[in-house]
């Protein structure tokens, strides 16, 4: 990884190739690391940016809403 740094809930946020996503403690990865920005958790979900979109996800991976 080209930068590691806490997140939220005991996750990890990661970026590689310019890409970020999350891991968990052990290394587990939570959300792939394809996401422009990943942005703080709000109202239990994760805000992202993806390919100039943004979007709401949940912590499972289940996108919920997206944004053009």
């Known amino acids: 990884y080209e930068s590691i ?7 990890l946020l990661v970026v590689l190739n310019g890409k ?3 891991i968990d403690r052990v290394g587990n990865e939570i959300l792939p690391i394809v996401y422009d920005k990943i942005r703080p ?3 239990g979900f994760i805000l ?3 390919n100039g979109r943004s979007g709401r996800i949940d912590i499972k991976g289940n ?6």
């Not at 740094?5 to 996750?11: D, H, I, K, R, V």
């Not at 996108?63 to 053009?68: D, K, L, S």
């Open 48 to 50: 992202f940016i993806k």
């Open 41 to 43: 958790i709000w109202q």
């Open 5 to 11: 740094c806490f997140y939220s809930n005991g996750l």
């Open 20 to 22: 970020m996503g999350l």
């Open 63 to 68: 996108i919920t809403w997206n944004y053009r």
